[in-house]
């Protein structure tokens, strides 16, 4: 989700709600204006709303950096459990991260994901579902980008 919502800053594709319009500026390209109703990191300004603009992003990194381990200890530890039972040595981490089945497991799991992005992009260009806002209007021409 951390690579599509970036990709999606420069990235377009014509005709999915999902994209931005691909000839013009929108609203989230505009600068924060502080005011009295803007979340408090745009008041306070700095630093502080440099990471508060990219905290989206961040928060995406973070939760796959710690699906990833979570992912990887609980294999690492299954592994070792198989490893007893067969009367072999447990693997530590470091030789764990060779091993062909974690990776097998891993790019499973991101396929998936990519597969999911993809299908709400594409299909969002011909298919609508009415009264959502992942969708474009039932009426909206398919060539139509954004929302």
Avoid: C
């Avoid at 979570?70 to 030789?95: C, R």
Wanted: no cysteine; glycine share 6%; hydrophobic share 45%.
């Amino acid at each position: 989700m951390m690579l599509y919502v970036l990709l999606t800053i420069k990235l377009r594709q014509i005709g999915s709600a999902e994209s931005k319009k691909i000839d013009q500026e929108e609203e989230v390209d505009r600068e924060p204006v502080a005011s009295t109703n803007a979340p408090w990191a745009v008041r306070r300004g700095g630093w502080i709303l440099k990471l508060y603009s990219n905290s989206l992003s961040i928060a995406f990194i973070i939760l796959f950096l710690l699906s990833w381990y979570l992912h990887f200890y609980g294999s690492w530890q299954d592994h070792n459990i198989e490893q007893a039972l067969k009367g072999k040595p447990a693997d530590t981490m470091v030789a764990y991260l060779g091993q062909i089945t974690f990776w097998f497991e891993t790019f499973q799991n991101w396929q998936s994901e990519f597969l999911s992005v993809a299908a709400i992009v594409i299909l969002t260009i011909f298919l609508r579902q009415k009264g959502s806002p992942e969708s474009k209007p039932v009426d909206a021409p398919h060539l139509e980008t954004g929302k």
